[in-house]
Nanobody, 127 residues
Framework: QLQLVEFGGGLVQPGGSLRLSCAAS????????IGWFRQAPGKEREGISC????????WYADAMKGRFTISRDNAKNTVYLQMNSLKPEDTAVYYC????????????????????WGQGTQVTVSS
């Protein structure tokens, strides 16, 4: 059973940075894409970024381009989300999720198809 665990959330001041980690384990089917999502209080969950396991191709939501960077360490089965220039509106619970089916790239994988989820990590941006 594929398990995902997020690390790295916390409290940061506006303009600061955090790096989130998503560690995958226990899989018999290797994840073919890992995505990062977030959910703020009273809002729907939204997709932030994803990375394709086979070729490293990435996708970002428009609001995150230039501020967030997704990367991976295949040897550690870990995907990272580097978040810079954080704003109070980035406050949310951040989740990583995975799919295990074949696809041409994570950018075309619908959010609703992610079926393995971590427990989430809280990110709070406040002075």
């Amino acid at each position: 059973q594929l398990q995902l665990v997020e690390f790295g959330g916390g409290l940061v001041q506006p303009g600061g940075s955090l790096r989130l980690s998503c560690a995958a384990s226990g899989f018999t089917l290797e994840p073919t894409a890992i995505g990062w999502f977030r959910q703020a209080p009273g809002k729907e969950r939204e997709g932030i970024s994803c990375i394709t396991s086979s070729d490293g191709s990435t996708w970002y939501a428009d609001a995150m381009k230039g501020r967030f960077t997704i990367s991976r360490d295949n040897a550690k089965n870990t995907v990272y989300l580097q978040m810079n220039s954080l704003k109070p509106e980035d406050t949310a619970v951040y989740y990583c999720a995975a799919v295990t089916f074949r696809h041409p790239g994570c950018a075309v994988v619908a959010f609703s198809l992610y079926d393995h989820w971590g427990q989430g990590t809280q990110v709070t941006v406040s002075s």
